[in-house]
């Protein structure tokens, strides 16, 4: 206890430092925002796109090198959605910009016949699931830094509460 405090005013700042560190804490929870709002977003925004340009894919009898009608125009729009939900809401940004200019790529080669449609849908299916894979891991880390950081914050108000009570204890002699 410094000079001049009594036991209330070391309680006070213990439970200052406490609520200090449980501050801290959630602001580490939230830093990416939830990535599951973000997805219902970016459903509804997909949502829009199709109702404007139609849904490419719809188009079965579209040859292996040809783009539908509105497809370059709905593919733009599904990438601002990313753009805008997505991106700014998670802890790996650069897995959806990756995604996002691997599929300009591929939409090329498909207009220039070096890639099928199949071959573009195979190869993005492969990226939405390392994609989901990353989330999952930065979820899980999340998790585990909030545990991490829980524990610290008990630790350290049964410390102080430690402290407290052999401060007091001469009083009550």
């Known amino acids: 206890m410094k000079a001049g405090k009594g036991p209330a005013a070391s309680l006070k700042e213990a439970t200052g430092a406490v609520v200090l560190v449980a501050v801290v804490a959630a602001c580490a929870a939230t830093a990416p925002r939830d990535i599951a709002t973000a997805r219902k977003q970016l459903d509804a925004h997909l949502a829009q796109c199709t109702a404007r340009y139609g849904y490419p894919e719809a188009t079965s009898d579209l040859g292996p090198y040809v783009l539908?009608?509105?497809?370059?125009?709905?593919?733009?729009?599904?990438?601002?959605?990313?753009?805008?939900?997505?991106?700014?809401?998670?802890?790996?940004?650069?897995?959806?910009?990756?995604?996002?200019?691997?599929?300009?790529?591929?939409?090329a080669s498909v207009v220039d016949g070096k890639m099928t449609r199949a071959q573009r849908q195979a190869r993005v299916q492969e990226l939405l699931e390392g994609i989901e894979r990353t989330e999952e891991a930065n979820r899980s880390k999340r998790e585990q830094q909030m545990e991490a950081m829980d524990r610290l914050v008990k630790e350290e108000l049964r410390r102080e509460q430690d402290m407290m009570l052999r401060t007091l204890r001469p009083l009550t002699r």
């Open 68 to 107: 539908g009608a509105g497809e370059r125009e709905w593919r733009e729009c599904v990438y601002q959605g990313v753009e805008k939900y997505m991106i700014p809401n998670t802890a790996s940004p650069e897995a959806y910009r990756k995604a996002i200019e691997e599929d300009r790529e591929m939409s």
